[in-house]
Nanobody, 119 residues
Framework: QVQLEESGGGLVQAGDSLRLSCAAS????????MAWFRQAPGKEREFVAT????????SYADSVKGRFTISRDIAKNTVYLQMNSLKAEDTAVYSC????????????WGQGTQVTVSS
C-alpha cells in the first residue's frame, strides 16, 4: 500500500503562485503514476494533472495547461504541483492520488489540502 500526505495549500491572491507537495510512503517502488485532483464546493472532483513515476511523462487538464506544472522527485518520493497565475476558479481542495497500474483506478488518496484564491 501507499500512504500519501499533501501540504502547501493556503490563501493567496489572484495572480499569485503556490506549490503543493505530496509525499508518498510505503510501497512506492510499484507506483505507475500519481495525479492531482481538485474539488470545489458544490462541484464534482476533477482531474488536474498526472505524472508517470518512471519516465516522468505528464498530462494536464485544459483548464490548467500552461499555468500548472507537475513534477516528481523520486529520491524524496514526492510529487509537486507548481501553480502559477492562480485564478479564483482554482479555489478547491487539492488531493493527490496514486495507482499501481493504468488498468486500475486510483486506489490511494491523500487527505487533501485547501487552496483558496481571492480575486
Amino acid at each position: 500500500q501507499v500512504q500519501l500526505e499533501e501540504s502547501g495549500g493556503g490563501l493567496v491572491q489572484a495572480g499569485d503562485s503556490l506549490r503543493l507537495s505530496c509525499a508518498a510512503s510505503g510501497r512506492t517502488f510499484s507506483i505507475y503514476n500519481m495525479a492531482w485532483f481538485r474539488q470545489a464546493p458544490g462541484k464534482e472532483r476533477e482531474f488536474v494533472a498526472t505524472i508517470k513515476w518512471n519516465g516522468g511523462s505528464t498530462s494536464y487538464a485544459d483548464s490548467v495547461k500552461g499555468r500548472f506544472t507537475i513534477s516528481r522527485d523520486i529520491a524524496k518520493n514526492t510529487v509537486y504541483l507548481q501553480m502559477n497565475s492562480l485564478k479564483a476558479e482554482d479555489t478547491a481542495v487539492y488531493s493527490c492520488a496514486a495507482r499501481y497500474s493504468i488498468a486500475y483506478p486510483y486506489d490511494y488518496w491523500g487527505q487533501g489540502t485547501q487552496v483558496t484564491v481571492s480575486s
